[in-house]
């Protein structure tokens, strides 16, 4: 009988029983590989037509790289790389961006250590809670994806309301509270960059509310004993207005350009920074939300450390759609208008994978 959550694909073992035990051990994928196991189980392995599907060629295209230090001087140049980069690939790198690098260092460190607690400690933070502020889990889409990814997160919000310190796990309170306050302001410089990007008074993008609160996930990617089965982080956009993201040097993110997956290769004290989905909407596709993944790796654990640009869990009403300032007759809107929270819930609830959550936003389909 068909096992609900598989999309209808007739499975031969009882994948339900599998997903609900690793769920129940609270130890995600960490635990798994701490039990000592050499193969990979059933739940995470990719269907055969979709590994047959992935598309490896080389490709040449490199990410770009944008030295943010020439905001205090040529100001329009780092706009035009900021505007030039947001519109095709949708994701870059940037240098110079004011976060110390010990901050960095400290914040992949904290991550990596909350992992890497005792399984008793760490498990008190497990839940599915969809209204909880601090959470650790695995997969978050587990029951409804038709494979789970080799990744555990602790998921964080960071606002509208403060988060109270001591909600956070103490091994990495103080490392995520001073990572949050220091994104916050790169955060600001680059709303900036893309509000003039789009040919908008510079305040635009954050006096649209969202600015005010953000989610950091630290993401955990234990070594993977057969790597070419799985992958760490299913095809997807972020559901964000943008995401900043800490990668350490173990690689393995891939976005994906004109149909071909492009590395996004670690590069040292650097920023990844993409458009997310709200923002494509309310610019009305001039930016793109680019989709991209993670492979596994037999090298690891990987950590990184994404932020999420949106309000998660809070009760805004306010409606987004197209900017009206973007708009014209040759650009009519293409996106209906939609509340964070509708968004939301639709992504969460679609999983990651299939479709962008785009789609089901647009007016004509
Ligand atoms: C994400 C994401 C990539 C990474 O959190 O949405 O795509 O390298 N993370 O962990
Ligand atoms: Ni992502």
Redesign the pocket.
């Known amino acids: 009988m068909p096992v609900a959550g598989t999309g209808g694909v007739s499975t031969s073992y009882n994948r339900l029983q599998q997903l609900k035990s690793f769920d129940e051990s609270k130890a995600g994928v960490k635990g798994l590989v701490d039990s000592g196991i050499t193969k990979l189980p059933q739940i995470f392995i990719r269907p055969p037509e979709e590994l047959a599907a992935d598309n490896q060629t080389p490709s040449h295209f490199t990410i770009p790289v944008i030295d943010l230090k020439g905001v205090s001087g040529d100001r329009s140049k780092v706009v035009a790389a900021v505007r030039e980069a947001a519109e095709t690939v949708g994701l870059f790198q940037v240098v110079n961006h004011g976060v110390p690098l010990k901050v960095l260092e400290e914040t992949l460190t904290a991550a990596r250590e909350f992992h890497e607690l005792p399984q008793e400690v760490k498990g008190e933070y497990y839940t599915r809670d969809k209204m909880k502020k601090v959470k650790y889990g695995s997969n978050f889409d587990l029951y409804r994806t038709r494979y789970a990814n080799w990744r555990d997160t602790l998921f964080c919000v960071l606002g509208p309301d403060p988060l109270h310190p001591q909600e956070l796990p103490l091994v990495c309170r103080d490392a995520i509270m001073e990572y949050s306050r220091q994104i916050k302001v790169l955060g600001s410089l680059l709303f900036g960059l893309l509000s003039e990007a789009l040919g908008l008074n510079p305040e635009y993008l954050e006096s649209i509310d969202y600015a005010k609160g953000h989610s950091i ?1 630290c ?1 955990y990617y234990p070594p993977c004993p057969q790597p070419e089965l799985t992958l ?2 299913t095809k ?1 956009s ?1 559901p964000g207005f943008l ?1 900043i ?1 800490l ?1 350490d040097h173990i690689g ?2 891939q976005v994906l350009w004109q149909n071909q997956w492009i590395n996004v290769p670690p590069v040292h004290a650097a920023l990844v920074v993409n458009i997310g989905d709200m923002l494509q909407l309310i610019s009305n596709d001039k930016l793109k939300s680019v989709e ?1 993944r ?1 492979v596994a790796n037999h090298r690891g654990p990987r950590v ?1 450390v ?1 932020c999420f640009f949106t309000l998660d869990n809070y009760p805004s009403q306010r409606i987004y759609g197209p900017i009206k300032e973007l708009l014209s007759q040759d650009n009519p809107p293409l996106y209906r208008d939609t509340s964070l929270q509708d968004f939301n819930a639709y992504y969460y609830n679609k999983g990651l994978g299939g479709n962008s959550a785009l789609y089901h936003f647009l007016l004509q389909r």
């Open positions: 996930l993401h760490g982080t997807h972020d995401t993201l990668q393995g993110l991209h993670v990184s994404a």
